[in-house]
């Protein structure tokens, strides 16, 4: 059973940083790519970044140049770099795993990023 577990979330001046990281569990294949969304409230949820087994890695146009998604050493770490937080930044951040071998999605929890003006 894979599980996602998110941290690094908070509240952060507009122009601050912060990184979130998430960790999971249960990761026994190897073809699968990582990423965040995030959901704004009234908003539907969008792909903020992603990172494939081949390390590309893509971005949604308004985080472009701001933000940095990496992989850590463990297998099934992923961080996202957030610098430059602007308010509309401000929303709930998910982690996503996605199993290539029968496009399964598993998503965590969820944490909180919001920026203040």
């Known amino acids: 059973q894979v599980q996602l577990v998110e941290s690094g979330g908070g509240l952060v001046q507009a122009g601050g940083s912060l990184r979130l990281s998430c960790a999971a569990s249960g990761v026994f294949f190897s073809l699968f790519s990582m990423g965040w969304y995030r959901q704004a409230p009234g908003e539907q949820r969008e792909l903020v970044a992603n990172i494939n087994s081949d390390g590309s890695t893509n971005y949604v146009e308004s985080v472009k140049g701001r933000f940095t998604i990496s992989r850590g050493n463990t297998k099934g770490t992923v961080y996202l770099q957030m610098n430059s937080l602007k308010p509309e930044d401000t929303a709930v951040y998910y982690c996503?795993?996605?199993?290539?071998?029968?496009?399964?999605?598993?998503w965590g929890q969820g944490t909180q990023v919001t920026v203040s003006s």
């Open positions: 996503n795993l996605w199993r290539y071998s029968d496009s399964r999605d598993y």
